[in-house]
């Protein structure tokens, strides 16, 4: 069941794979974990997660992981925790299918962010992002290595609230 400010915050998730966990040959990281973590998290940041997910909360936005890994809920925030950064959501592959496909005929996208509130999802998968219109969410698809990326995720964030408000002025009036 739905809390009934389920629509009051606006919400942001990010995938994980190749959005907030890259590979360091590849892109800027967040330096590693500390042995022992290092062995326990052996995914790596991209650089400025923490920073960009701590400024959107403190922004307003609620701050969400929508991954179809089966990673745990566990195991991401605690990774998370031990950069700063505790999530107001998470859905892995487990919960998507319990929750969304569940017993559905039509097969849907291994994303449907909508189903959580979710506003705006950040991913790089360009299919994923497709889905948007047909599923009623907003998308930002990140590039691979991209310096300016907390600005343009906080710019698209703030174009999908503002877009989410006029629309709930416009139902309202």
Same mark, same amino acid.
């Given at each position: 069941m739905k809390k009934k400010n389920d629509w009051g @915050?606006?919400?942001? $998730?990010?995938?994980?794979?190749?959005?907030?966990?890259? &590979?360091?040959? +590849?892109?800027?990281?967040?330096?590693?974990?500390? /042995?022992?973590? $290092?062995?326990? *998290? @052996?995914?790596?940041?991209?650089? !400025?997660?923490?920073?960009?997910? &701590?400024?959107?909360?403190? #922004? !307003?936005?609620?701050?969400?992981?929508? +991954? $179809? $890994?089966?990673?745990?809920?566990?195991?991401?925030?605690?990774? /998370?925790?031990?950069?700063?950064? @505790? *999530?107001? !959501?998470?859905?892995?592959? @487990?919960?998507? #299918?319990a929750e969304v496909q569940r017993n559905s005929s039509q097969i849907l996208p291994q994303k449907v962010p909508s189903h959580y509130h979710i506003s705006l999802h950040v991913d790089d998968e360009s299919v994923i992002c497709s889905y948007g219109n047909e599923f009623g969410f907003d998308a930002y698809q990140l590039e691979a290595d991209d310096d300016d990326w907390k600005e343009k995720v906080i710019a698209r964030a703030d174009e999908v609230k503002k877009k989410k408000e006029l629309q709930q002025n416009m139902q309202t009036n």
């Open positions: @915050k606006m919400r942001v $998730s990010f995938d994980l794979d190749e959005v907030l966990f890259v &590979n360091p040959s +590849t892109h800027k990281t967040e330096p590693s974990l500390p /042995f022992p973590f $290092s062995k326990i *998290f @052996k995914e790596r940041l991209r650089k !400025g997660t923490p920073e960009l997910i &701590n400024s959107l909360q403190k #922004l !307003g936005y609620e701050v969400w992981v929508y +991954t $179809s $890994s089966f990673r745990s809920e566990t195991y991401i925030r605690n990774l /998370f925790w031990h950069y700063g950064v @505790k *999530f107001d !959501g998470i859905v892995n592959a @487990k919960r998507h #299918l």
